[in-house]
């Protein structure tokens, strides 16, 4: 249950910064799950957890934060 909460919680941090929702991949977190089975293989089963456009996006947050970056 943990892993699942803090995919979602990922998801809404990274769509408040960017207001992008979801991803097409459905073995990254941040797919848009309708049906259990969807959401298990998104937050729990994929090949790995967060697709490449993803970790970028997340990278670039990061940046921000730590003050490397002007902007996401």
């Not at 089963?45 to 002007?70: A, D, S, T």
């Amino acid at each position: 249950m943990t892993e699942v909460v803090k995919g979602y919680v990922l998801q809404a941090l990274v769509f408040h910064s960017t207001e992008e929702a979801f991803c097409e991949d459905r073995n990254c977190r941040f797919f848009n799950a309708h049906w259990q089975e969807e959401m298990i293989a998104a937050q729990l089963g994929g090949g790995y957890e967060i697709c490449p456009f993803h970790q970028n996006i997340i990278r670039k947050i990061n940046e921000f934060l730590e003050g490397k970056n002007e902007k996401i």
